[in-house]
């Protein structure tokens, strides 16, 4: 097996629940941990380091302290940004993570020229954009994580109402990672039994809806964001690249031309592998669910013009 290394700038919950992923699977030769506080990256890697003792495949783990350690990564997550707080505004957040995301990608592309990018950042289908057009990469090359994450929550729910099926469970979710998302249930299926099937059309309704809360729900309850259920996405993802298992996960990607968008970054389903994204699968759309995803590009747009009317792209 080559060395292979993956580096995750931001070592907070996320970033370190998925670094921690990672290090028991011994998908990786090699994690780094970065973080504007460098002693946040030692601390967790260290932890996680002394961790990896009892996982398959030893796995180094170390922090990097600037920004030339970044080098020579065959994957680079990012997850880096500051949470929305009340005295903030929409275009507040958009700006202030837009920024720390460009900074973040110019130096994967001194550093790793190589990569494949892995945005987790928020609003997730807007910063990778960003990291896209800061790149100027091929689109394969450039993934945002939401739909692995939103499919996990939605199958979680069908587990909630159905109670079988737990790992059996292929949960399709479309569209903005956030207001927008399109849970999909016509086209999810538990062991290959369509839930049209298993459940009536009020529990898939259902179903959804609780799929759109999952995130906030979390929320309510910890009184912070959700990190073990991303970071376990973030590594289903990075390993799907490393080992070229060319499955199929809902993912963001730029459109060029796919389901009538251009120039947009939104959830559809690929198909994950060796270099990033290998295909994007076009769904036949239904015409209800056709207006959601309209809505749901809109809605990416808009944040996407936010950033160019204020020359942020210059």
Not at 78 to 99: E, F, Q, S
Not at 186 to 196: A, D, H, K
Not at 214 to 239: D, N, W
Request: proline letters at 4%; a negative charge; hydrophobic letters at 45%.
């Amino acid at each position: 097996m080559p060395a292979r290394k993956v580096a995750i700038v931001g070592a907070g919950a996320v970033g370190a629940s998925a670094a921690y992923a990672l290090a028991l699977s011994g998908t990786c030769h090699e994690i780094l941990l970065y973080d504007i506080v460098p002693e946040m990256a030692i601390g967790k890697a260290i932890d996680i380091a002394q961790s990896t003792n009892y996982s398959p495949r030893g796995t180094v783990v170390r922090a990097a302290i600037k920004p030339e350690d970044l080098e020579n990564c065959d994957l680079v997550v990012i997850t880096a940004g500051v949470p929305r707080n009340k005295k903030m505004t929409r275009a507040d957040l958009l700006y202030i993570n837009a920024d720390i995301v460009k900074e973040v990608a110019e130096h994967i592309k001194n550093y790793s020229p190589n990569a494949v990018i892995l945005c987790v950042s928020n609003p997730l289908d807007v910063m990778t954009y960003v990291v896209h057009r800061i790149t100027g990469w091929d689109r394969n090359r450039i993934i945002g994580m939401g739909g692995a994450l939103d499919s996990l929550r939605m199958a979680y729910q069908i587990h909630e109402k159905i109670g079988f099926g737990a790992a059996q469970t292929r949960a399709m979710v479309i569209g903005e990672h956030g207001e927008n998302m399109i849970p999909y249930p016509e086209i999810t299926n538990v062991g290959g039994v369509p839930l049209s099937q298993i459940v009536s059309k009020e529990d898939m309704e259902e179903i959804a809806a609780k799929t759109k809360d999952g995130g906030a729900q979390i929320v309510r309850y910890l009184k912070t964001s959700a990190f073990y259920a991303p970071g376990r996405a973030i590594s289903v993802m990075v390993e799907s690249i490393l080992s070229d298992e060319e499955k199929v996960i809902p993912s963001c990607a730029m459109l060029n031309g796919e389901y009538g968008y251009t120039d947009v970054a939104v959830g559809v389903p690929c198909v994950i592998g060796a270099g990033g994204i290998k295909k994007i699968i076009e769904l036949d759309l239904d015409e209800v669910t056709e207006i959601k995803f309209a809505k749901a590009v809109e809605s990416i747009k808009e944040n996407i013009v936010i950033l160019k009317d204020g020359g942020f792209f210059d």
